[in-house]
């Protein structure tokens, strides 16, 4: 990041306080991030963020009271969210996949190295989704495991709907992003200009109303269930 520019400001909101303490001494031991706020609970985040209007939220799952889920959703209908970077352990899948599907940009686990939670900040500060490797495959699971007949085909008729509004080549676009394509690769993918993948990536977060593309994966695999 040039140096010349603001750091990034960042709330932490967890419940445990060495968790927040191990974070901010972790953030802010960067020249480029730095800490501004720390909230224990959903209800004081939410004011935090309406005070700090900070850049980045890390927001732990479970916490007492208003949830991270809650909380998430609370925050991203502000005019200006911030991105949200969920806090996970493997037992919460079910809560990240929800709050993916309400518009954070991404996860990572609390037992993650120091130096990848600050590419992830970073990653996700710049606009761009972060999905944990080793919780990924968990939340894919969470997303197709079991559940009943009525509430998988109620998923996927709403997914087909909201695609069925796209273009043919809006939803190549959108099946090579559920693909963990980058814009490079899907332009070489369908032949045609990174300039051109943008447009159409711009397209699809208008037709869909999402707000990030790990919104745009989740609904093609709903409708491919």
């Not at 963990?180 to 699809?204: C, D, F, Q, Y």
């Not at 593309?213 to 609904?219: D, G, K, M, S, T």
Request: proline share 5%.
């Amino acid at each position: 990041m040039d140096s010349e520019r603001e750091p990034v400001r960042v709330v932490i909101v967890d419940d445990e306080q060495l968790v927040r303490l191990a974070l901010r001494l972790v953030i802010d031991g960067e020249p480029d991030l730095t800490v501004v706020a720390e909230a224990a609970d959903g209800d004081a985040a939410i004011t935090v963020v309406d005070e700090q209007r900070p850049d980045v939220v890390l927001m732990d799952i479970r916490m007492p009271g208003r949830d991270g889920l809650s909380t998430t959703r609370e925050l991203l209908t502000r005019p200006a969210p911030p991105r949200v970077l969920m806090l996970t352990t493997f037992d919460s899948d079910d809560l990240v996949l929800g709050a993916l599907r309400a518009g954070a940009l991404g996860f990572v686990l609390k037992d993650t190295a120091p130096a990848r939670i600050l590419d992830a900040v970073r990653t996700v500060a710049a606009g761009n989704p972060v999905l944990s490797p080793a919780a990924t495959a968990r939340v894919i699971d969470a997303a197709t495991g079991p559940q009943s007949a009525e509430a998988r085909r109620s998923s996927r008729d709403a997914a087909r709907q909201q695609l069925s509004a796209l273009s043919e080549r809006e939803l190549e676009t959108a099946r090579a992003i559920a693909d963990g394509l980058g814009n490079p690769e899907i332009a070489e993918r369908l032949g045609i200009s990174v300039a051109t993948v943008k447009a159409h990536t711009g397209s699809l977060f208008a037709k869909l109303a999402v707000e990030n593309r790990v919104q745009i994966a989740l609904l093609v695999r709903d409708a491919e269930e």
